[in-house]
Every structure is written in C-alpha cells, then in structure tokens.
C-alpha cells in the first residue's frame, strides 16, 4: 500500500470538503473531519473511515427506537446516525446508552465519540460483542468487524483515546486520491470572468 | 433585546461596548493597529527574552540570487528564516494566490537547517503550493520585489546616495509578502507543535516572527546587490530610513472566511481590545507621565495621517475626514483638559459623533499610553477553544439565544436578492477564494458556508415551529441540516465578540472592512485598498531593526513617521 504523509491540520482540511463535496452538510462534514483527525491521532485509518462513511451521506436519518434508557438506530449510516446517537448520548436526557444497528463504518462512529467526548469531557465507552470498554481501551481491531455498536455513557470524566502528541498522519494515497476527487466537487470551475473579477485585485503587478 | 449585560467587564467598572455595535463591518473595517496587535506582541516578547538574530549562511550571488539563512535565538530554541531569491519573469510576478513563481520564497525552520535540509527546501519553497514540506518547518511564505522601488534603491546606494524620501514615505517596503501560511499547509508543522513554545505559541506569532525576518533579508539583500554593483562607492542605508522600509503585504479574500471559520479565536482577539479600553476608561486620575505621553502620540498620530496618502477614493476621503477630526480632537485635548477626572473615558466620549476611523483610532491611543495596564490581556489572545456542541439545550433555550444575539439576522429579508446578492467561493483556479453575484455568475451552488445570518435564519424558523419541551438532540434528528447554525448559536452564548453582525452575502457588504480587521490585529497600517476586496498594506514600518530588537524603546513604533533628518 503507498502512502502519504499529510499534517492534521491537512487531513482536517481534507476530510470536511471531501465530506461535503459528497453531499454532507456543513455542520457533519465539520464533525467527520474532526471524527477521521480524532481516529489518525489514534493510530487508526482515520481518512479511509470516512471517505467510506460518505459513500452513504446522502442517506436520511431515520428516528432511533427509544426503549427505557436506551436508544437504538436501525441500518445505521456512521455519518449521519452516529453524530445523532452521539447528541442524544450527551444530551442529558434518560438516554443512557445508544446502539447503532447494520452500521456500515463503526470505526467512524468510535472517531465520533472519541471527538465528542473530548469536548464534552465526558466519559464515553464503548461496547462491541458484550464487552464495554473506554475509547481509550478500544480493541479497533474487533471494532473494524462490528455489524453493531452500542457506546455507554460513563460515570467519569473523559476517556479518550487520542495522542494529542501525534503531529502528522500516514494515509493511504490512494484513499487521499480519493478525498481530492471528492474534494474538487466544492471547487467553482474557473471562467474568465471569475479570474478578472472573482478576486478583486490585478493579475500583474510589476509595481 | 441586547446581549450587551453579559459580558463581564473583569474588575473595570466600565462596561465592554457592546457586541451589536462592535462587530459590525462598518466598524472593523476602521479597526487600527494597537500595541495588543500580534506584532508588536512579538517584539516585546523579543525585547523582553533579549533574542538574538545572526546570519549564518550567505550564498547570494553578485545579482541577489542565491540562498540565505537568518537564526534567532530566544526562549532557549533557536528559529531559521530560509530564504531564497531567484529571477523572475514580470509577466510571472502577480501577487495573487494563481502565481505559480515569486521573486523570493521562504521557510521558517525549527532550528538549524543542515545542508540537506537547505537542499530539500530550496527544491520545494520556490514551488510553494505545488512543494512538499515537512513537520521541521513552521510558516512558509513567499515575497515579490516592489520593482521601481527596489531597483530605485540599489541605484541610489550604488552611486553613494540615499533613497528619495518621498518614495521611502509613499511606498515604505522594498518587498510585499503575497501569502504567509501556517498550520500545516502543505505538510508543514500543525500549530499543535507550538504549543508549548512560549513566544511562539499564541496566534500567528511564528508567522509574524517570519515576515519580521523577511524585512530584515530584503535591507540586506538591496544593500548587498548595491555593494556588488559598485563596491566603491556603496553606502548602506541610513538607519532612519530603513526602519521606516517595513515589509509590504497584499491581501485578498482568502484572509476574509478565517474571521468566520474561526469564531472563538476572533472573539478572544476583539474581547482583549474591548476589555483593553474598558480598563483604560476605568482610570480615574492620569499621571502626568502618561498624560505628556498622551500628548506626544497625539501628535505623532497626526503626523502619520498626514503621510498616509493613497490612491483609493473611498479610503482616501476618510483619510482626511479622520485627518480633520484629529485635529479638531487635538485642539481640546491638552495636558489640563487630561488633568481633570476619567481623562480617558472623556476622550473616548468626545470622540463618539466623530467617524468610525476617528473612533477607532482613540481606542488604539488610548490603549497605547497604557502599556502596563492592558498588555497582559495580550496572552488571553493567542489562544481559543471553539465552543462544543451543548445537545441538551432546551430548544426554548435556543430560540431565546437566536432572538438575543442574531437579531441583526432575524430582520433581514433574504427573499429579496440585494440581501443575496454575494456568493463566496473557491476556484478551482489554485482554489483562490473569490466571489461572486449570486444572479450574474455560475458556482453559487458551491458557496462557502459564510451565510451565518441566512443559516440562523432559516434555524430560527424551524425552531418556531417545535415542541418547546425537545433538547437540542432531538431538535438535531428531525433537522439534521441545522447542526452548524446550532454550534454558531451557542457559541456566541459564550463567545459574544465571536459573530460578525452583518449579512456576508448582501450587496452592501465590503469584504475589505474584514481584511482591515484581521490585518490591524495583525499590527499593519497604512491600509492601501486596490478595490473592495484587495488591499495592501505595510508591515513592520518603523519596527526595531535585528541590532535594535533588545532597545530599550524597541516597543515605540505604533503608528510610525518618518522621521525628517537632524
């Protein structure tokens, strides 16, 4: 596999147009992007989980089934059910737990609440085969496999399991091939007129 | 209702201006430098940190062509500006982000490059966008040469003479930066890594350290192309006069959407001005050290008005208006009528039926004599953590949020296409930021998400039409689409200063007034607008020079004159 090396401040960049160019809107493409830096500071393949993630962003959200402190989302898509289920986990409601059913990228959804429990400061675990774990403690590996997710809320302040320390990420260059093609979606062709007027200022200046 | 009533004023007993009044475009577009501005923060630190500045590598040939490489040592690590200038074709020099070749090209190093390091940046900084960089280097930046000006100086210095000083006056840099990026553009160092780096760790503190650098190469570049061209009768140029040679810079939309993208560090930059002067204001009885010091800057003011002549009508007519009123202001304002109680907040009063430019430029001297007592607010500054997204918020709560901070957006009436009349885009032309008329130009589809007042809008609505008793979670899963407005909301709840208050997209909108807040926090003055979305600007005028940066008065260069000769 060849990779690439790009900052995080790139991959951020990168992650958020391809998501839009996609057709997410503006608010979940700035949580994938956050959710795919949150996932490469962890040592995960952070770009792939969400260039596959918005393979589905344009499926609608359906409502979750709520039962007692639980809330479940059938045929999850990790780029539009997992931002919710992480809302309504936080919400301080009686939600207490939300599982996300037939998800199609659950290590998106771990970056979602690995972000999410970072700003909130709030303890997150993560549940995969009957076995709850902090997000720290996460087993990636089982969690790649998962056809369901379930994340708890925890009774401590956060658990997250990103390096702050990370200072830049190696990703597959195909997968970043991807994410410039995508990318390009949200860019104005250049006409003309746009290149005389668009800016505003002169195209020489031998001043 | 106002929002005015939230904001703590800290232990001032004057209340921060309201955020309704301060952050409307009208208003930051007449923002001055102060001495809180990111570059005179980075002076002090220097001045206090005793840097030092060498030149350890000099490898310009006898045409100026060649590599140099500039060293600081301050705060026990030491930064390397690489510098490198090659020819340039004038139908290539355009200071646009669609360049594809400068006359001069950089790279700000974290510690001392090795020869391979010189290698692998001199095959990639030329390239700037189209290189690769690597987590070594901090800012990367580019400059062309002001032609007729540069060439007009090495002329003169080669035949023994001095640069005219009207020139010198009138154009004040031999070289503009077209594009200082930072943050990990292009494979370069996350600003992450700085932050544990103390005098670079605030905002645009690196970056602002590298422009410093730029100026200092582009003295020693034109002395040294006047040197080789003739060695005989060569003279350098007089301190006066290279201090007063800044660095120019153009600027065009690309500066604008970081204002938006960036709400929590643009309020924590107005909030530390706002509660600058609150402080200031708050003072009862003035020294008479401050009130002469007062007195003295006043003066000074004057005189940099006066040499503030450009060629663009709008800036120009407020030029002199605001050249009038200082007069007016100045006729009153004498060491007696400071003397008096609340010297401060009486000036600032007497300047409120003046223009926004007259206003604007009170706060800046206002905070100017009063270093000791405003400048720790510049650390508050450097740093921002954006809001989180509250999902428990009640929707109530919410609306209550939209009515209080975004009323400016819940009146205006989108449908009629003067308050849509802008879109703001990225081309895929090098992906400069442009903009476009929404009814004249194709693209609009593909807009920047700049709209904030349109999204708000359109949230406010649908936040009508719920259940009151819902949380923001449950708001989020019938209206998925809301989610950025709802972070914008509820940032502004903590962040007040964090919005601008003006529709983005309406006819009306000047992008220029957002470059000219940005770059006066920045510390650049003399703006020089080339139309309503490009300007350029002067860095560094009248800064320390790298033998003067440990001076004691290496902090008095606000608002800089050039000097007559003794």
């Known amino acids: 596999m060849s990779t690439v090396v790009r900052s995080l401040n790139e991959v951020y960049t990168m992650l958020r147009k391809a998501a839009i160019g996609a057709g997410c809107s503006h608010g979940i493409a700035e949580e994938l992007g956050r959710a795919g830096v949150w996932l490469c500071t962890a040592g995960q393949n952070g770009v792939g989980a969400v260039l596959s993630a918005t393979q589905a962003a344009n499926v609608r959200l359906n409502a979750p089934t709520i039962d007692g402190d639980g809330a479940v989302f059938h045929h999850g898509c990790a780029a539009t059910a997992g931002p919710a289920a992480m809302d309504l986990l936080l919400s301080k409601t009686d939600i207490r737990r939300v599982r996300i059913e037939d998800v199609d990228v659950p290590l998106l959804v771990a970056g979602l609440a690995g972000i999410r429990a970072a700003e909130s400061n709030r303890a997150v675990l993560v549940e995969v085969d009957g076995a709850a774990k902090s997000l720290a403690a996460c087993d990636f590996e089982r969690l790649k496999h998962a056809t369901a997710i379930t994340f708890v809320l925890g009774t401590g302040q956060l658990s997250s399991g990103a390096d702050t320390g990370v200072s830049a990420a190696e990703v597959d260059a195909a997968a970043w091939s991807d994410c410039e093609k995508l990318a390009a979606r949200t860019y104005v062709p250049a006409t003309e007129q746009s290149r005389v007027r668009g800016a505003g200022a002169n195209i020489t200046d031998n001043d | ?566």
């Not at chain 2, 003011?301 to 060629?311: D, G, K, M, V, Y």
């Not at chain 2, 720790?376 to 428990?392: G, N």
Request: aromatic residues 8%; proline residues 4%.
């Open chain 2, 1 to 566: 209702m106002s929002d005015h009533k939230h904001i703590a004023a800290e232990f001032s007993p004057v209340p921060l201006r309201a955020p309704d009044d301060v952050m409307r475009l009208e208003r930051l577009g007449a923002f001055y430098p102060t001495r809180l501005s990111f570059m005179r923060t980075l002076i002090r630190r220097l001045n206090r940190d005793q840097a030092r500045v060498s030149r350890p590598v000099w490898e310009i040939d006898d045409e100026g062509y060649g590599r140099a490489v500039y060293s600081v040592d301050v705060d026990g690590h030491r930064y390397s500006l690489v510098a490198f200038s090659t020819r340039l074709a004038a139908d290539q020099r355009t200071d646009r982000v669609i360049a594809e070749a400068w006359d001069t090209s950089y790279a700000l190093f974290d510690g001392e490059p090795t020869t391979a390091d010189l290698d692998r940046l001199e095959a990639n900084a030329p390239r700037q966008e189209a290189g690769r960089f690597e987590p070594s280097e901090l800012v990367l930046s580019r400059a062309n040469k002001s032609v007729r000006f540069f060439e007009h100086v090495v002329e003169r210095l080669a035949q023994g003479r001095q640069p005219d000083e009207k020139m010198v006056g009138s154009i004040g840099y031999l070289m503009r930066t077209t594009a200082v990026y930072g943050n990990g553009k292009f494979g370069i160092a996350d600003r992450t890594r700085l932050s544990d780096r103390g005098i670079l760790a605030g905002s645009f503190q690196a970056e602002m350290l590298t422009v410093w650098l730029i100026r200092g190469f582009s003295h020693d570049l034109v002395e040294h192309i006047a040197r080789c061209r003739a060695p005989e009768t060569f003279v350098p140029i007089e301190y006066r006069l290279k201090r007063h040679l800044g660095i120019g810079n153009a600027t065009g939309l690309g500066m604008a959407p970081f204002l938006v993208t960036h709400p929590a560090l643009l309020n924590n930059w107005v909030q530390g001005r706002e509660a600058a002067l609150a402080r200031v204001c708050a003072v009862a009885e003035s020294d008479i050290a401050t009130i002469k010091r007062a007195v003295e800057l006043m003066e000074r003011t004057e005189r940099h008005l006066e040499q503030w002549s450009i060629e663009d009508e709008r800036q120009m007519a407020r030029v002199e208006t605001v050249r009038r009123e200082w007069r007016e202001v100045s006729a009153v304002v004498n060491t007696d009528w400071l003397s008096s109680p609340h010297p401060w907040q009486r000036l600032a009063e007497l300047s409120k039926d003046r223009s926004l430019e007259c206003q604007e430029l009170v706060v800046a001297l206002l905070l100017e004599c009063h270093g000791e007592l405003v400048d720790d607010l510049a650390d508050k500054m450097m740093t921002a953590r954006e809001q989180h997204l509250d999902s428990s918020m009640p929707v109530a709560t919410l609306l209550d949020l939209c009515r209080t901070h975004f009323s400016w957006a819940l009146d205006i009436d989108f449908s009629d296409r003067s308050e849509t009349h802008l879109f703001w885009y990225v081309s895929e032309e090098k992906l400069e930021p442009r903009l476009g008329n929404r009814y004249e130009e194709d693209g609009a589809e593909l807009e920047m998400p700049l709209d904030i007042g349109r999204q708000v809008q359109d949230m406010a609505r649908d936040l009508g039409d719920a259940d009151e008793g819902l949380c923001v979670a449950e708001f989020l899963l019938m209206h998925p689409q809301h989610r950025h407005a709802v972070r914008r909301v509820q940032g502004v709840a903590h962040l007040p200063y964090s919005e601008i208050r003006d529709n983005l997209l309406g006819e009306r909108c000047l992008p220029i007034d957002m470059l000219r807040c940005k770059l006066s926090f920045f510390g650049a003055s003399k703006f020089d607008p080339k139309s309503d979305r490009w300007t350029r600007i002067t860095l560094y005028q009248g800064a320390p020079l790298f033998d003067e940066v440990t001076d004691a008065n290496a902090d008095d260069w606000w608002l800089p004159v050039l000097t007559c000769r003794q």
